[in-house]
């Protein structure tokens, strides 16, 4: 069935550090993609998604190019700060089915 | 305006009690899912909803878990016989439609069994 695979945390990087969390996903049909993003104390919170092979989602400096050849959904940011501390989900809706699946989520901790 | 609201934010109930979690989705919004978050994991997907119709509950664990959504809008979530293994936060997410795969989540309620 379809699923998502999701890099284990925790991530601690220096502020202004390079982000990268992996996703890679199995999927039937042609799925849409999506990075959800949970603050301290708050909801889930979609970041930027994409939705057909090559597209690149970006938001808040934050990007990720949906790659069908290597069926991956990487995040990445050049420069993280310290508010980007938060829990970082990768997701995946089929388009044969009703269902989103979730990774289990990476937690970054960004330090002064 | 107003986001997805849930209510309770927190129960705490013994094992073998009933229990109710509600979800207020954004107006207008006609798709409705239920998922649950155990500790350290993603949400898990339950049940999902268009307009009043369960149009997928394949996610239910088991008999025990019901969820309704008579008019189209509120949604309840119901739970017998509740089991320690129930204890997770529980998520609502709304969608303006069906096709409009962004969902807008909520921000959950977080059941404890004892």
């Known amino acids: 069935g379809d699923s998502v695979t999701q890099m284990e945390g925790p991530v601690t990087l220096s502020e202004e550090a390079f982000l990268t969390i992996n996703c890679t996903y199995t999927a039937t049909g042609y799925p849409s993609l999506f990075w959800y993003v949970q603050y301290p104390g708050e909801g889930l919170q979609l970041l930027l998604k994409?939705?057909?092979?090559?597209d690149k989602g970006s938001n808040k400096g934050f990007e990720a190019t949906y790659r069908k050849e290597t069926t991956s959904f990487h995040l990445e940011k050049g420069s993280v700060q310290v508010s980007d501390s938060a829990v970082y989900f990768c997701?995946?809706?089929?388009?044969?089915?009703?269902?989103?699946?979730f990774g289990t989520g990476t937690s970054l901790t960004v330090i002064p | 305006g107003a986001g997805v609201s849930q209510t309770p934010s927190n129960k705490v109930t013994e094992k073998g009690k009933y229990v109710e979690l509600r979800c207020d989705p954004i107006?207008?919004?006609?798709?409705l899912y239920w998922y649950r978050q155990s500790l350290g994991q993603g949400p898990e997907f339950l049940i999902y909803f268009q307009g009043t119709g369960a149009a997928d509950d394949s996610g239910l664990p088991n008999d025990r878990f019901f969820a309704v959504r008579p008019e189209g809008s509120v949604s309840t979530l119901k739970i017998q016989r509740t089991e320690r293994g129930d204890s997770a936060v529980y998520l609502c997410?709304?969608?303006?439609?069906?096709?409009?795969?962004?969902?807008?989540f909520g921000p959950g309620t977080r059941l404890t069994v004892l």
């Open positions: 997701a995946l809706h089929s388009n044969t089915g009703n269902q989103f699946y």
């Open positions: 994409a939705t057909k092979a090559d």
């Open positions: 997410a709304s969608s303006p439609s069906r096709t409009t795969d962004t969902q807008y």
């Open positions: 107006s207008g919004h006609t798709a």
